[in-house]
């Protein structure tokens, strides 16, 4: 069977050295979600991939269907390497978190447009020197949000009470806000206003990065309920992670 | 079939686990080594064993060497204020090959990564700093890759440097020499305008 060459935009998300001189690219796109390219030779020559075959790249591929679901990349065309992302460390493994994020709450192969759209967005806003901590806040929000993984924020998990002015604890492992009478001695104690915050943040378009305004302990406590969530969810601590706390 | 052949399959076996060596390629070596002569064979198999017993990492730059320093480190002519500081030893033998330096050296084996968790302290950066401290040193050359890593890393060792009052530089980077603008690749020459400079 002949199989023609297709193009594709695609995010470079990691590379991996195989053999003497190719490369193992895992690339995220719109419309075939996580996906495994082979690119030949690609550390001997760069003729045919160029820049294009770095982490946070995002580029056009062509490429080929190959044994089981890799893509043989023929070339690529560049449109943006987010070279900005390289004058700032702590963006650059903002960018590693948010990638690795991605490559770990994904099936291979499941297509995810909003998803790939939230991640160029979240890397078009490192790159341009946005606000790392809201950065963070919202990519963590959103993806949570979109994989469906979102817990009970404005009521109680249990006895669905809804909150008005009250105490309010956390506890992802039950659900989500408990009031205290159901929570007892578990979870976090939270602010309402927390809550509140990161209930209004999803009601604005994923691709808005700009314009939000968090205080400090907002941001702290909004930090330890998606901390929270994602450790539930996560088949293991993210390599990113550690490598943030050491800078 | 090579259960037969224990020997064989064990050489193949060994050849095998070198980086870019396959199945196949081990197959075929061994196969070579087969033809070669006893007597060619025994070198090589005391090359291998000498090189590994006797090369190890310069206690004070980490780069490879025979004695307790390496030939660099150990070398009174190398001007001793400059330090360059270089991913592998490969990379410090592409900048000796230019002969456009001739400072000190400083190896780190590897880069920083955030996505495989590689940080300082699995690399050879709290020697460096150590280096830092007790040599003379004014100048830090950062010559890490032009990879996101590599990248990561001099970020990372030039804010150290530089809160140290020390000098630093960063390789230059762009367009490669004897080479013609239209054939390079858009961020290639993306980076060669980025780092334009004032022509003289
Ligand atoms: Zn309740
Ligand atoms: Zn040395």
Redesign the pocket.
């Known amino acids: 069977m002949v199989h023609l060459p297709q193009r594709c935009e695609a995010l470079v998300l990691r590379l991996t050295s195989y053999g003497e001189s190719d490369v193992i690219v895992t690339l995220f796109t719109a419309d075939h979600g996580l996906q495994k390219g082979f690119a030949k030779s690609a550390r001997k020559s760069r003729k045919r991939f160029g820049a294009a075959l770095e982490p946070f790249t995002k580029a056009v591929f062509q490429w080929k269907k190959g044994r089981g679901s890799f893509w043989l990349l023929q070339d690529s065309e560049l449109i943006s390497s987010h070279l900005g992302l390289r004058s700032d460390l702590h963006h650059l493994a903002l960018a590693s978190y948010g990638v690795e994020l991605v490559s770990l709450l994904l099936e291979e192969g499941e297509p995810h447009q909003i998803i790939y759209e939230l991640l160029c967005s979240f890397l078009d806003y490192l790159e341009q020197g946005g606000d790392g901590l809201i950065a963070r806040l919202l990519f963590e929000l959103r993806l949570i949000y979109l994989l469906g993984y979102m817990p009970h924020l404005l009521h109680?998990?249990?006895?669905?009470?809804i909150f008005t002015n009250e105490p309010v604890r956390f506890d992802a492992q039950r659900g989500g806000s408990?009031?205290l009478?159901?929570?007892g001695s578990t979870g976090i104690s939270v602010d309402l206003g927390t809550i509140g915050s990161l209930a209004r943040s999803l009601k604005v378009t994923y691709r808005q990065f700009d314009g939000f305004l968090f205080g400090p302990k907002t941001l702290q406590q909004a930090g330890l309920i998606l901390n929270q969530v994602l450790q539930q969810v996560l088949p293991r601590e993210p390599k990113s992670l550690k490598f943030l706390s050491q800078l | 079939m090579l259960g037969s052949l224990p020997s064989f399959a064990r050489l193949e076996s060994e050849l095998s686990k070198l980086p870019g060596i396959g199945r196949k390629t081990a197959a075929r070596l061994a196969f070579h080594l087969l033809r070669t002569s006893e007597q060619d064979v025994e070198a090589l198999a005391a090359a291998l064993l000498e090189m590994r017993r006797n090369v190890h990492f310069c206690q004070c730059c980490f780069h490879i060497a025979e004695e307790e320093l390496c030939q660099i480190c150990s070398n009174p002519a190398r001007e001793t204020q400059s330090l360059c500081v270089v991913e592998e030893p490969q990379d410090l033998l592409a900048i000796e090959r230019s002969h456009s330096y001739s400072g000190l050296y400083h190896v780190l084996h590897g880069a920083l990564s955030p996505l495989d968790g590689i940080g300082p302290e699995d690399l050879k950066i709290p020697q460096l700093l150590q280096r830092l401290d007790q040599e003379p040193i004014s100048e830090i050359i950062l010559a890490t890759n032009f990879t996101v890593e590599g990248e990561a890393t001099a970020l990372y060792l030039g804010q150290i440097c530089k809160d140290r009052g020390l000098q630093v530089t960063r390789l230059a980077h762009g367009i490669p020499s004897g080479s013609d603008l239209e054939y390079i690749d858009a961020g290639t020459v993306q980076q060669a305008v980025a780092g334009r400079r004032e022509f003289s």
């Not at chain 1, 109680?156 to 009470?161: N, Y």
């Open positions: 109680c998990s249990e006895c669905l009470k408990l009031c009478d159901c929570a």
